[in-house]
């Protein structure tokens, strides 16, 4: 029964990390600070992680999101006009914004959801405009 247990227990650790090395994974540094998140599996989530590591200077909007805008455009898929939440990284096509949305006021609009801030989104509340790097983790 032990070496059964045992047994599951591997497998379960072997599915578990593959289903982990699957995922896109993002590592962002600001201000030497560490945050992670990440990224759906969408056409345009695939096509920005395939650029990493990107350096951004974004500039801090509204006081509730830090955006880049890229010169090309992407590709979207099942754009979405619903609330958005805090820590969601999406982008605005019609700027080609890749945005951090860091703080709630109710607004909606159009955009592709990229991904999660999975903790620590906080800090773009003080940090204004800055220097961001993003890395495959």
């Known amino acids: 029964m032990q070496k059964f ?3 599951l227990v591997i497998v379960f650790l072997v599915l578990c990390s593959s289903a ?3 995922e896109m994974r993002v590592k962002i540094s600001v201000n030497n600070k560490v ?8 056409a345009t989530s695939r096509a920005i992680y395939n650029k990493l590591p990107l350096k951004l200077f974004m500039q801090d909007l509204y006081s509730r999101e830090m955006c880049y805008n890229f010169d090309e455009s992407f590709k979207t898929e099942n754009l979405r006009s619903d609330n958005y939440e805090v820590g969601d990284l999406i982008y605005w096509p019609p700027m080609h914004s890749f945005v951090i ?4 006021n109710g607004e ?6 990229l991904g999660k801030v999975l903790s620590g989104v ?6 204004g405009d800055a220097e961001v790097l993003f890395e495959a983790e």
Request: aromatic fraction near 16%; charged fraction near 30%.
């Open 5 to 7: 247990l045992f047994a």
């Open 20 to 22: 982990y090395a699957d």
């Open 35 to 42: 945050l992670h998140a990440v990224l759906d599996d969408n």
């Open 101 to 104: 949305l860091y703080r709630q």
């Open 108 to 113: 909606k609009f159009r955009r592709q959801h």
């Open 122 to 127: 906080e800090i773009f509340e003080t940090t």
